[in-house]
């Protein structure tokens, strides 16, 4: 893991829009820092040439805020990765990050959610929970990095 990247103070407003290949140097400094086995630069290129991948972020005063990476396979979804800037946490910005992708993911006819957390990432747990996302089964020891259990949960995206 790195330093955490510099970042300006926040203001209140946010902007979605989606990932580009200039955001990468900020979406890395994000990366480094927030996971035990960060994705590397050629991962996360890869999904601008991944048709059915869907990369969306939040933006802060022209600052990276926040970014979530997720595969469409219609009718199913799966989050692939969601992270927000350490400086930047419990501001809500992991939330509207989410609710913007699960507004995209519904315009588009996807009636099921995916996603794995570790068992002891509780703070991603809480805010799966709070969108409805729930347990359905335990992937054991599946992280390499820590051995820890993967819990996979899902969602059903409900109809308007
Ligand atoms: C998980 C993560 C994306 C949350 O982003 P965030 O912007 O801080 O989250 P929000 O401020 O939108 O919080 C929404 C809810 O998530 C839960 N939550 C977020 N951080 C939490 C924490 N540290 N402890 C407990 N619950 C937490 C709470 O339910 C919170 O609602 P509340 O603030 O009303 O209590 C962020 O902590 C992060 O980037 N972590 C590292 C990367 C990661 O673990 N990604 C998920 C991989 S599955």
């Given at each position: 893991m790195t330093s955490e990247p510099a970042i300006s103070a926040p203001s209140l407003e946010l902007r979605f829009r989606d990932m580009s290949r200039t955001d990468l140097p900020e979406i890395m400094a994000i990366e480094n820092i927030s996971f035990p086995t960060p994705w590397t630069e050629a991962m996360i290129l890869r999904e601008f040439e991944t048709p059915h991948s869907v990369h969306r972020l939040a933006e802060r005063e022209a600052c990276v805020a926040g970014y979530m990476i997720s595969w469409l396979t219609p009718p199913e979804a799966m989050i692939m990765s969601l992270a927000v800037h350490p400086q930047l946490r419990r501001q809500g910005i992991g939330r509207a990050l989410l609710s913007d992708s699960l507004k995209f993911f519904h315009s588009t006819g996807i009636e099921t959610v995916w996603l794995e957390v570790r068992l002891q990432n509780l703070a991603a747990q809480s805010l799966y929970q709070r969108f409805g996302f729930r347990e359905a089964y335990r992937r054991r020891s599946?992280?390499?990095?820590?051995?820890e259990d993967a819990i996979v949960m899902v969602k059903k995206v409900s109809p308007t």
């Open positions: 599946y992280y390499q990095d820590t051995g």
